[in-house]
Nanobody
Framework: QVQLVESGGGLVQPGGSLRLSCAASPSIFSFYRIDWHRQNPGKQRELVATISNDDTVHYADSVKGRFTISRDDSKNTVYLQMNNLRPEGTAVYYC?????????WGQGTQVTVSS
């Protein structure tokens, strides 16, 4: 079964860090690229970061220098390391996997940045 499962969300204070994980099955190579997106209620889902099978990465301007996307092919997992989190980073974070002819989304993980 092709699926993506996120984990690692939680409550963190402003300036803190979290690492999100996206476990891909049956294999990370089932997807030509994996993204992290985020969404707040009433707002559009926005792209945060993306990593391709050739390790090409891209970031939204709002997270450049603070977030890092990476992959561990041996664990079929993509990570999003989030440092210096800001209150506006509060959102549900979703993992997206692109396959030719199909899109896959995880169920999301809540990140709350608050003191």
């Amino acid at each position: 079964q092709v699926q993506l499962v996120e984990s690692g969300g939680g409550l963190v204070q402003p300036g803190g860090s979290l690492r999100l994980s996206c476990a891909a099955s049956p294999s990370i190579f089932s997807f030509y690229r994996i993204d992290w997106h985020r969404q707040n209620p009433g707002k559009q889902r926005e792209l945060v970061a993306t990593i391709s099978n050739d390790d090409t990465v891209h970031y939204a301007d709002s997270v450049k220098g603070r977030f890092t996307i990476s992959r561990d092919d041996s664990k079929n997992t993509v990570y999003l390391q989030m440092n210096n989190l800001r209150p506006e980073g509060t959102a549900v974070y979703y993992c997206y996997g692109g396959r030719y002819g199909a899109d896959y989304w995880g169920q999301g993980t809540q990140v709350t940045v608050s003191s």
